[in-house]
């Protein structure tokens, strides 16, 4: 019993050092029984918190940041920070790829975005949303999606495409971020 006891805790530990990688992105992947994917990932970044927002709230220019976006255009923006978003991606495993479309209603307040697809064109469902904390080590930043596919794709391509991406989203965001956080000189 012990040693049934003390393989199941090895196995969270390994289970949970696997969400947090080396690049300091902590990313975590679950199946809902409505074969919904919901991802959820994090970062610490040192920057200003208005630097964070200007990156997040780009949306015309994701495609220069991050890679899996071929499109991204405001079709409607507000002074309140809402807006409506249509975008294009490109994600895939292997060698199987997919073009997905949205159409993002984004709504903003302090330190918090939300957003959901308005179309449903590629998803029965899909929203999420980003937030920031301010640390005494800079800004988390935390990212949702919980996203319901309307095309089929194999669980293990889905779950290992949307990780992938997650990852990659994650990361070519705190880098954009540190790309335009100005360089503090050292004090002499």
Sequence with gaps: MKALRRGAVLLALVCAASWADAAGLDV????????????????????????????????????DFVDSMRRSRVLDGR??????????AVGGVFLFSR???????????????????????????????????QTPDGVQVV???RARPRFFAPSFL??????????????????????RTPVLSARR
């Design 28 to 63: 975590r992947l679950s199946r809902g029984k409505d074969k919904s994917y919901d991802v959820e990932g994090a970062f610490l970044v040192k920057a200003p918190s208005s630097v964070v927002w200007e990156v997040l709230t780009d949306y015309e220019h994701i495609p």
């Design 143 to 145: 990212y949702r999606l």
């Design 99 to 133: 073009a997905v479309k949205v159409l993002l209603q984004v709504t903003r307040a302090t330190d918090h975005l939300t957003f959901r697809d308005v179309d449903g064109a590629d998803f029965r469902s899909y929203s999420g949303s980003w937030e920031t904390r």
């Design 79 to 88: 002074p309140d920070g809402s807006a409506l978003v249509e975008q294009e």
């Design 158 to 179: 889905m779950r290992s495409g949307m990780d992938r991406g997650a990852r990659e989203l994650l990361a070519q965001v705190r880098d954009e971020i540190l790309r």
